[in-house]
């Protein structure tokens, strides 16, 4: 499993943005896809962002395209999802996942192995 450590939640006021971290550590001698979940109250966690190992290829949920952007850096540890314009319903718990069994980015949070601690995001009105 990879080790993934999230940070830069924090509370925003709507239409203000955001910048997450995700830092991978542990075993980084695998191709590893990674991607972005999110969990609000009372509510399912649901697939926000994914990237594949090599950074060439992102998927986005319906309701953050265009709004968010998910990047790999070249050392491949690290990957950042910027939030623009955001709204109160962005408001969650939000997780970074890893899938060390393969690096295609996938949109099923059954397809990870290993998760973040998760970062609180607040959004307000």
């Known amino acids: 499993q990879v080790r993934l450590v999230e940070s830069g939640g924090g509370l925003v006021q709507a239409e203000g943005s955001l910048r997450l971290s995700c830092a991978a550590s542990?075993?980084?001698?695998?191709?590893?896809?990674m991607g972005w979940f999110r969990q609000a109250p009372g509510k399912e966690r649901e697939f926000v962002a994914a990237?594949?190992?090599?950074?060439?290829?992102?998927y986005y949920a319906e309701s953050v395209e265009g709004r968010f952007t998910l990047s790999r850096g070249n050392t491949k540890n690290t990957v950042w999802l910027r939030m623009n314009s955001l709204r109160p319903d962005d408001t969650a718990v939000y997780y970074c996942?890893?899938?060390?069994?393969?690096?295609?980015?996938?949109?099923?949070?059954?397809?990870?192995?290993?998760w973040g601690q998760g970062t609180q995001v607040t959004v307000s009105s």
């Open positions: 990237i594949s190992w090599s950074g060439s290829r992102t």
């Open positions: 542990g075993r980084t001698d695998v191709a590893y896809a």
């Open positions: 996942a890893a899938d060390s069994q393969g690096g295609t980015a996938k949109l099923d949070s059954a397809d990870y192995d290993s």
